[in-house]
């Protein structure tokens, strides 16, 4: 089950990577945003520490992302990596 819990940290996180880059804001930005450091970032997006869904909720409002997108399958996260491209 842990493996599972990382899987899906880790797609969190790398969709949070893309859709900060196609916002144009930097790490601080986010983290500025949620109070955090910039580091607490870098963490989200490797899928090293876990995003806590209020967290996400601001993040997606703030910045007019869409909370559905987060619920991609891999394919999608592919997707959009191929897009930002």
Same mark, same amino acid.
């Given at each position: 089950?842990?493996?599972?819990?990382? +899987?899906?940290?880790?797609?969190? =996180?790398? &969709?949070? *990577?893309?859709? *900060? $880059? $196609? #916002?144009?804001?930097?790490?601080?930005?986010?983290?500025?945003?949620?109070?955090? #450091? @910039?580091? !607490?970032?870098? $963490? @989200?997006?490797? =899928? !090293? /520490? *876990?995003?806590?869904? &209020?967290?996400?909720?601001?993040?997606? +409002?703030?910045?007019?992302? /869409?909370?559905? +997108?987060?619920?991609? #399958? +891999?394919?999608?996260?592919?997707?959009?990596?191929?897009?930002? =491209?």
């Amino acid at each position: 089950m842990k493996q599972a819990k990382n +899987e899906y940290n880790n797609k969190i =996180g790398e &969709h949070l *990577r893309v859709l *900060r $880059k $196609k #916002s144009k804001l930097t790490q601080s930005n986010l983290a500025d945003q949620l109070n955090v #450091s @910039f580091q !607490q970032i870098q $963490k @989200f997006e490797n =899928g !090293q /520490n *876990r995003i806590f869904a &209020h967290q996400l909720l601001q993040l997606c +409002e703030l910045n007019n992302w /869409n909370l559905n +997108e987060f619920k991609a #399958s +891999e394919s999608s996260v592919s997707d959009l990596n191929m897009q930002d =491209g």
